[in-house]
């Protein structure tokens, strides 16, 4: 990416082993995310350009002489973030503050060079030519972050859950939820085909008005108390500014989206309410064993939210169709 609206293939240096504890892996598919439209957006122009991409399942090429899970020939999910899998943090389950670890910005490509392989990494009993492929990409982003967001803000049975957005993190934060045994979920977005995707997925009502109207009319489904959750999955200021609203006294926020601002509401109305806010990156390694089981044995599908598939060198149509909202989200075959 070269700055707002440039996007470019490129052939570049090929990824290499550096330390013994990567891994090279040949990438089988990846994607375009929501997270990368906001450069696509606001970026700098740069003569140097930046790489692009964090969502990548493959196979295992070559390993370093440290690595020891994952061997040449496996086919592997990566989360967005590496880690060791071995530190304080790891061992809390907290994978994306790995001590060692850190986030990839290379997938949109052949070959990722994966840092710190046997944490990071997660083998799949697929073949390349497997119909889950498109479900088992959504764990190495999309569904772990609406799962995230669904875990951290508490989702259980006894839970009502508003969903604000409705990309393909928020659709599966649908899913996620009404996985966790949630029997309510409102599901705020404007787009008709993807909101009739989250009630596929699990949704009870849909809201289509946004800020004040919005809230009202969440209000008004919900006794007008609002909901004991809130699971924000765009990033804008007024999203959250929208989850303040919709959220009832004592519940809880969940931010998946990641904010694109610094400063927001955090004084009287949290305090006097008694709201938590909670949220952060998903990428943590025992969420992609929990649902990995559901996606090989098709009790989710969480792959239905890719609606385009592009080669490498339709990379820059993909973003501005995203971009463009005529696609939902799309899947990169290399
Ligand atoms: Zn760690």
Redesign the pocket.
């Given at each position: 990416m070269y700055g707002p609206g440039d996007v470019r293939v490129e052939t570049v240096p090929d990824a290499t082993l550096q330390q013994p504890t990567d891994a090279l892996v040949r990438v089988v598919r990846t994607c375009v995310c929501g997270s990368d439209l906001h450069p696509y957006h606001s970026r700098p122009a740069s003569a140097e350009g930046s790489p692009m991409g964090h969502e990548f399942i493959g196979v295992v090429e070559e390993t370093g002489a440290e690595v020891g899970n994952v061997r040449p020939g496996d086919f592997v999910i990566a989360p967005f973030a590496f880690?060791?899998?071995?530190?304080e943090?790891?061992g809390e389950g907290l994978?994306t503050s790995?001590?060692?670890?850190g986030f990839f910005s290379t997938a949109q490509a052949e070959a990722v060079r994966v840092p710190q392989a046997d944490?990071t990494l997660v083998t799949a009993p697929v073949g390349e030519d497997s119909a889950l492929l498109p479900s088992l990409l959504t764990l190495s982003d999309v569904l772990i972050t609406g799962h995230h967001a669904a875990v951290t803000a508490g989702v259980g049975p006894r839970t009502s859950v508003t969903v604000i957005g409705d990309g393909a993190v928020g659709l599966l934060a649908v899913l996620a939820a009404k996985r966790l045994g949630a029997e309510r979920i409102l599901l705020m977005g404007r787009h008709k085909t993807r909101t009739d995707l989250g009630l596929e997925f699990g949704a009870t009502d849909v809201v289509a008005e946004r800020g004040d109207e919005g809230i009202a009319t969440v209000r008004d489904l919900t006794g007008g108390h609002g909901t004991h959750t809130v699971l924000e999955c765009v990033g804008h200021l007024p999203a959250y500014e929208q989850a303040l609203g919709v959220v009832r006294a004592g519940g809880v926020i969940s931010r998946v989206g990641v904010p694109q601002y610094d400063e927001a509401p955090a004084g009287r109305d949290l305090f006097g309410r008694n709201i938590t806010l909670t949220g952060g990156p998903g990428a943590q390694r025992p969420y992609i064993e929990e649902l990995l089981p559901d996606v090989l044995e098709g009790r989710i599908e969480p792959g239905k939210v890719f609606d385009r598939t592009v080669g490498l060198d339709g990379v820059p149509e993909g973003y501005r169709a995203m971009d463009a909202r005529e696609a939902l989200k799309v899947l990169v075959q290399p």
């Open positions: 880690f060791d899998n071995t530190c943090f790891c994978t790995c001590l060692h670890g944490g």
